[in-house]
Each structure stands twice: as C-alpha cells, then as structure tokens.
C-alpha cells in the first residue's frame, strides 16, 4: 500500500516511520527542502525519548514537490491546521478519485476542511495520543505508548479493508491503534487537554512541570480546561474531569519539560493553532450557550502576539 505523509515534522515523521517499519511504502511530503533532503539521504533518525537512536529508516520517498510522489492509495495529513488547506491545494498530485484522506491533528476543524475537498466516503479523522518533536533536518524525537496511539473513525462509520491494512501495519511496527466509533469522546478529552497546555504555556513560555507546580498556572491552567469542558458537556460528551487532571498529575510527577507543539511555534515566532484549539472552544460555547471568557482571553492574547512578533522584548 502506497502511503503519502503530507506534512512529515514532528508528528508526520513518528506516524510515517512506524507505517515503513510496518511494512507499507511510505512517501513524506514536506515543504522543509533540507529536512526532506537529509532523510533521502541518510534515511529518517529518530531518537526515543530515553535518548536511545534509532537505526535509520530508509523511507521509499521524502520530497518537498508533491508530484514527485504521485497518487497515494492513503495520503495522511500533518500539516499543522492552519496550514491544512493551502497544503491540500498544493498537493493535489497526491490524489485520485479513491484515495483515503486521513487527519490525526489536534484541535477542531481539520476534518471539516478535509470535507470541503473529498466526499464523507473518503475521509476519516482521529486524535494522536503520542508525540514527536523535530530537533534538526531529518531527526525526530518519537515517541509512543504501549496502547492506542491514534484513535480514529470513517466520517461514515464502519471499516473499510484500506483502513484494515493501514492498523495492521502500526500493530506489526508495535504501534498499537485504534479504531472506534467513539472515537469524538476521546477527541474532545484531548481537546481540553490541549486547550489547559498548548495556549497558556506557550503564552507563558513555560514547559507543563514549571506551570502546572506554579500556584497561579495551576489555577489558571484548571480554568481554561474547565471551561472547555463545559462546553463539550453541552454538546453531549462525556469528558471527565479525572483524565484532564490525570495528565497535569502525570506532567508533575515526572517533571515533564518537554514543550508542546504550540510552544514550538511561538518560540520559532509562526502562526499557531489557536483558531482550532482555545479558539474553537469559544466558537461551540457560543454555539451551545456557555461562557468561556478565559478560553477568549488567551486566544486574543495568542492572537496578538502572532502579529506582534516583530516587536516584542
Ligand atoms: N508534536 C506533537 O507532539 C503533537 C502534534 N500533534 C498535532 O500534529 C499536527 C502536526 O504537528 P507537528 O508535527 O508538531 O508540526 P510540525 O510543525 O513539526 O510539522 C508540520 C510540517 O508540515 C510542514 N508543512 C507546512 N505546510 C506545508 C505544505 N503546504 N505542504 C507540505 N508540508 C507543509 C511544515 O513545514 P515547515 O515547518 O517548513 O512549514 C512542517 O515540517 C498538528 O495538528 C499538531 O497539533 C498532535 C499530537 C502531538
Ligand atoms: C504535547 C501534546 C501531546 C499534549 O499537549 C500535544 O498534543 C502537542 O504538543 O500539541
């Protein structure tokens, strides 16, 4: 199976290494000439978060012009967000009639936006419950869980045998997925996770241990969360407040320092995801008739300072 990664940073080079090592062809597709370049190369270095080095994968193609790959039988979509469309209008090489478009991004949107393009039969949608950082050209930090690194659906239900093929390989690479229809319950509960994490601390320009221990970030950090849970209470799911806490608990115990990809964006000053995150939070409260003054906060903030780059101390 013929496999495009469209969008092969962080997250791209964990979620299309396991697919290679799984047995799949598997092309990345990314804008960052040089990153592209050393990995067909030298082959994708990914470094465990232990700081074991992984022997190169040797990936069957990593180009930044997308006709360079051609049609995929599955492209998947890591871009982040807000770069989504324009990646998709740049890349219609990678598509036929048939291909399966998937998107593993954080936040809220990217699936409707894969909607505009593909009909429901060929779109499916997911949340990552595991990370990535990219440290230099053609090295990644990856890293993993023991269970369900990725949960996903069809837009219209059901498995198709693509779909099938496509979890064989992650189980063979030793990255579990999966494969559920509940699969928005668990969206939504990352979705608050991202929203209490991503935005304030990048805002802060503090890793989670340094906030979450801080007697005001943790007051501040519950807010935002609380408040995005509301809302996905009065849209009917059934997030719970323990799997949020769970995670702040997890960043203290183990000092976790590591920053989020929102944090990466502003230290690096580019646009970040907050229309998809914190601001997508405000958008359904409206929506749904409850109040979320702390999620709207921090999106004008992060707003502001996207376009203020150039002045700030
Ligand atoms: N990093 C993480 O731990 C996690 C990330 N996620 C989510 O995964 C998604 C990807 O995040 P992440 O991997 O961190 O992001 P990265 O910025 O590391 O990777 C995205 C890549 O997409 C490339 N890109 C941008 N525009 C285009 C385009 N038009 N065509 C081709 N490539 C393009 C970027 O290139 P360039 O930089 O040159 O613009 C970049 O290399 C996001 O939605 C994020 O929220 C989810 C869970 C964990
Ligand atoms: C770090 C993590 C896994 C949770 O905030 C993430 O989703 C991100 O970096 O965007």
């Known amino acids: 199976m013929k496999i495009g990664i469209l969008g092969a940073g962080a997250m791209g080079c964990n979620v299309g ?29 990914w470094i465990g978060t232990d700081g074991y080095v992984y022997p190169p994968i040797q990936m069957d193609g990593a180009v930044t012009d997308p006709k360079e790959c051609g049609t995929c039988e599955v492209v998947i979509v890591l871009t982040k967000c807000q770069y989504l469309r324009i990646a998709l209008d740049e890349s219609a ?5 048939d291909t399966i478009v998937l998107t593993f991004q954080n936040g809220l949107g990217a699936e409707d936006i894969l909607l505009e393009k593909f009909s429901p039969e060929r779109v499916g949608y997911g949340v990552a419950y595991c990370g990535g950082q990219l440290i230099e050209a053609g090295k990644t930090v990856m890293s993993r869980s023991k ?3 990725l949960i ?9 045998p693509t779909v099938k093929k496509l979890e064989q390989y992650f189980e063979k690479s030793g990255f579990p997925v999966c494969y559920t229809e509940e699969t928005d319950q668990y969206l939504w509960t990352k979705l608050c996770v991202n929203c209490m994490a991503n935005l304030p601390l ?6 989670g241990y340094y ?22 209470h009065a849209l009917g799911y059934a997030v719970c407040w323990e799997d949020i806490a769970q995670v702040k608990q997890k960043a203290i115990d183990t000092k976790y320092v590591t920053l989020n990809s929102c944090s990466y ?39 502001c300072v996207e376009r203020t780059y150039a002045y700030q101390f």
Not at 19 to 35: M, P, R, S, T
Not at 202 to 207: E, G, K, Q, R, T
């Open 152 to 160: 996903f659906r069809c837009v219209k239900g059901g498995e198709n």
């Open 211 to 232: 906030a979450y221990v801080d007697e005001d970030g943790d007051v501040l950090t519950d807010m935002v969360a609380k408040e995005a849970m509301e809302v996905a």
């Open 147 to 149: 269970d369900k690194n």
């Open 202 to 207: 990048a805002l802060m320009h503090l890793p």
């Open 17 to 45: 290494g396991h697919l290679k090592l799984g047995g799949a062809e598997v092309w990345l597709i990314d804008k960052n000439q040089e990153h592209m370049k050393k990995i067909a190369d030298k082959g994708l270095l």
């Open 93 to 97: 090489a990678l598509f036929d009639k």
């Open 265 to 303: 964006d502003v230290k690096n000053k580019c646009s970040t995801e907050v229309e998809f995150l914190n601001g997508a939070i405000v958008k359904m409260g409206k929506k749904v008739g409850v109040p979320t003054p702390v999620n709207e906060t921090l999106v004008r903030m992060m707003r």
